[in-house]
């Protein structure tokens, strides 16, 4: 499913949506691709959030799913924080990073404090490629926390969305199920 502008134009499909019950607002990933996800069933009344990550970790959350820092693969491999991010050691007062987050906004998710872009060279066009990957879940409605964002940014980061509402947060992983990755290219 491609939301670049020219797809998302044609299709005259809204920019918001309403889905789950609550009903909450889902903003369409606009500009960047998805590529579906195989699912056991779809879910009627959970929401939509994003994660944005790392190309280097894809492989391992289509594997294992999302977790939270602290806790352990099946394979052994232990989740920690991301570097550069708050952790034990450096964290507001109370903030609890032992948490799997993610956001209603591609906007905030696709920031590239979350969604940090891949450099690669493609020797068979000669092409110098950039990208950023995030995730697409549904999430269950009364599983997670709502918060204001954590990045530097005293502007409104998605017009649709108050700051205030941009940081979702559960230590259930259950509660998500990853339906979509998303790409998008510089
Ligand atoms: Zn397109």
Same mark, same amino acid.
């Given at each position: 499913?491609?939301?670049?502008?020219?797809?998302?134009?044609?299709?005259?499909?809204?920019? #918001?949506?309403?889905?789950? &019950?609550?009903?909450?607002?889902? @903003?369409?990933?606009?500009?960047?691709?998805?590529?579906?996800?195989?699912?056991?069933? #779809?879910?009627?009344?959970?929401?939509?959030?994003?994660?944005?990550?790392?190309?280097?970790?894809?492989?391992?959350?289509?594997?294992?799913?999302?977790?939270?820092?602290?806790?352990?693969?099946?394979?052994?491999?232990?989740?920690?924080?991301?570097?550069?991010?708050?952790?034990?050691?450096?964290?507001?007062?109370?903030?609890?990073?032992?948490?799997?987050? !993610?956001?209603?906004?591609?906007?905030?998710?696709?920031?590239?404090?979350?969604? /940090?872009?891949?450099?690669?060279?493609? $020797?068979?066009?000669?092409? $110098? /490629?950039?990208?950023?990957?995030?995730?697409?879940?549904?999430?269950?409605?009364? &599983?997670?926390? @709502? /918060?204001?964002?954590?990045?530097?940014?005293?502007?409104?980061?998605?017009?649709?969305?108050?700051?205030?509402?941009?940081?979702?947060?559960?230590?259930?992983?259950?509660?998500?199920? !990853?339906?979509? !990755?998303?790409?998008?290219?510089?």
């Amino acid at each position: 499913m491609c939301y670049c502008k020219n797809c998302h134009t044609h299709r005259r499909d809204n920019e #918001v949506y309403q889905r789950g &019950s609550p009903a909450k607002d889902y @903003v369409l990933p606009l500009g960047w691709a998805r590529i579906p996800l195989r699912v056991a069933d #779809v879910p009627s009344k959970h929401h939509i959030a994003f994660h944005g990550t790392d190309s280097e970790y894809v492989k391992s959350i289509l594997k294992y799913g999302l977790r939270k820092p602290g806790d352990k693969t099946p394979d052994g491999e232990l989740i920690e924080e991301r570097r550069g991010h708050f952790n034990d050691d450096m964290k507001p007062e109370g903030f609890d990073t032992k948490q799997i987050f !993610l956001s209603p906004s591609i906007i905030y998710s696709g920031n590239r404090a979350y969604a /940090n872009i891949k450099e690669w060279y493609d $020797k068979e066009s000669g092409t $110098k /490629n950039k990208a950023r990957v995030a995730f697409q879940a549904w999430i269950r409605p009364g &599983s997670y926390d @709502v /918060n204001h964002h954590t990045i530097s940014a005293d502007y409104q980061i998605d017009k649709h969305i108050p700051n205030s509402e941009l940081e979702w947060s559960t230590k259930d992983k259950s509660a998500i199920i !990853l339906y979509g !990755l998303l790409i998008i290219l510089e």
